[in-house]
């Protein structure tokens, strides 16, 4: 089936550097990718959409210029917080439509550190 | 109002009981998703229904479109089965989320 895979699972950084995570669809092609943004015990939250080749769409009260977010191949996007802060500490998913009876695929989730 | 609400919250049951959990909507959809997400935060998406019902293995999931509900169920339940289940909403391909029901299953 459909696959996204998500790198890295974990990461630690300090405060003020700037996180790379990339969702990968592996066998195939995502024009759609989903980014999520889930806090302890809460539901997860939509922050944008990203279609390849074009601007993402983000949702009301993220800020763009903080999660970058790059679809620059049907394969591949990126979503970069910059200028981490120790609030941005959060479970990062990636999601993608696969067009068939499951409906979507979720990434393993990045569990995000900001100390 | 929650255009997505989802029942029980918790639950707590012994091995090898029958599971219910519920999702009640209030919106017109396109699907409704059954996900499950474990311990670590991964997910998996279960079921994706449009009408009827479905079943894989252990876990059947149902909708009733006219009345704005589905049921997940899960018969023999095993301490494995202990995760979150969250009932989205499909809607131009955006998932509205359900707060979730977190299941724990005891041997």
């Known amino acids: 089936g459909a696959v996204v895979s998500q790198h890295p699972s974990r990461v630690i950084c300090k405060s003020g550097t700037s996180v790379k995570i990339e969702c990968r669809s592996l066998?195939?092609?995502?024009?759609?990718m989903f980014w999520y943004r889930q806090f302890p015990k809460q539901s997860l939250m939509l922050m944008a959409t990203?279609?390849?080749?074009?601007?993402?769409?983000?949702e009301q009260g993220v800020e763009k210029d903080k999660f970058l977010i790059n679809h620059a191949s049907l394969t591949l996007s990126t979503l970069t917080v910059t200028s981490a802060h120790p609030e941005d500490s959060s479970f990062y998913i990636c999601?993608?439509?696969?067009?068939?009876?499951?409906?979507?695929?979720f990434g393993s989730g990045t569990r995000l550190t900001v100390v | 109002k929650n255009e997505v609400e989802q029942s029980p919250q918790n639950l707590t049951a012994q091995e090898g009981e029958f599971i219910t959990i519920n999702c009640s909507y209030s919106?017109?959809?396109?699907?409704l998703h059954w996900l499950q997400q474990h311990p670590g935060g991964g997910i998996v998406s279960l079921f994706m229904?449009?009408?009827?019902?479905k079943k894989h293995g252990r876990l059947i999931a149902t909708i009733n479109i006219q009345e704005k509900h589905s049921s997940l169920h899960i018969t023999a339940s095993h301490p494995r089965d202990s995760a979150v289940y969250i009932c989205?909403?499909?809607?131009?391909?955006?998932?509205?989320w359900g707060a979730g029901t977190k299941l724990i299953i005891k041997p």
């Open positions: 989205a909403l499909d809607s131009n391909y955006q998932l509205i």
């Open positions: 990203s279609n390849e080749g074009s601007k993402a769409t983000y």
């Open positions: 919106v017109g959809i396109s699907a």
């Open positions: 999601s993608a439509p696969t067009g068939n009876l499951d409906g979507y695929t």
């Open positions: 066998d195939f092609q995502a024009t759609t």
């Open positions: 229904l449009s009408s009827g019902k």
